[in-house]
Nanobody
Framework: QVQLVESGGGLVQAGGSLRLSCTAS????????MGWHRQTPGKQRELVAA???????NYADSVKGRFTISKDNTKNTVYLLMNSLKPEDTGVYYC??????????WGQGTQVTVSS
């Protein structure tokens, strides 16, 4: 299974920006999809953004227009640029890689805290 290492989380004021990175231990070109989920207190883990093999993207309604997911196949890395951050964006962000029929791989998570 592929190892995923996330970075870029931290503390930011509302309205600020952060960029998360997720680097895989091998080429990501063949993955069906990669993206980010987040876990917030008292809520189920939710999909934030995903990018498919061909480059199509999907976003949760709550982040559309503010977050942008992208990938660099040459660096085996997926990025999540988060602009106009809100306190409700606070949570642990987990990178995932989907490579059916294998089970999805997950990163260890990176904390994002947005202060009001």
């Amino acid at each position: 299974q592929v190892q995923l290492v996330e970075s870029g989380g931290g503390l930011v004021q509302a309205g600020g920006s952060l960029r998360l990175s997720c680097t895989a231990s091998r080429t990501i070109f063949s993955f069906n999809a990669m993206g980010w989920h987040r876990q917030t207190p008292g809520k189920q883990r939710e999909l934030v953004a995903a990018i498919l093999r061909g480059g199509s993207t999907n976003y949760a309604d709550s982040v559309k227009g503010r977050f942008t997911i992208s990938k660099d196949n040459t660096k085996n890395t997926v990025y999540l640029l988060m602009n106009s951050l809100k306190p409700e964006d606070t949570g642990v962000y987990y990178c995932f890689a989907s490579d059916p029929p294998k089970s999805p791989s997950w990163g260890q998570g990176t904390q994002v805290t947005v202060s009001s």
